[in-house]
């Protein structure tokens, strides 16, 4: 069975940095795409940065361009996203979602990813 589990974030000032980490199991190949998906209170759920494990490919939403990164340690199946310059908008919890590569999956459209992990909490004060 597919598992992700999710651990990292926290509390942080704003401009402070926080990561977050998805541990994934269970996949057959390595034509996998994972993301991170972040939910606010009363918004919906958006993809902010997805990555290709075959090859790399990355996505990121231009809310968090230039901030974020992801990536991923192939070795131990675990995918990592460094939030830097974090803002109090950042303020969500932040789930992994991932599927094996599919036509499309750099939209990072949570609707298109079947397996999701845990979430946890991402707070920013200003």
């Known amino acids: 069975d597919v598992q992700l589990q999710a651990s990292g974030g926290g509390l942080v000032q704003a401009g402070g940095s926080l990561s977050v980490s998805c541990a994934a199991s269970?996949?057959?190949?390595?034509?996998?795409?994972i993301g991170w998906f972040r939910q606010a209170p009363g918004k919906e759920r958006e993809g902010i940065s997805c990555i290709s494990i075959h090859d790399g490919k990355t996505y990121y939403a231009d809310s968090v361009k230039g901030r974020f990164t992801i990536s991923s340690d192939n070795a131990k199946n675990t995918v990592y996203l460094q939030m830097n310059s974090l803002e109090p908008e950042d303020t969500a919890v932040y789930y992994c979602g991932a599927d094996y590569l599919f036509t499309g999956w750099a939209r990072c459209t949570p609707d298109l990813y079947d397996f999701w992990g845990q979430g946890t909490q991402v707070t920013v004060s200003s």
């Open positions: 269970g996949f057959s190949s390595d034509d996998v795409a």
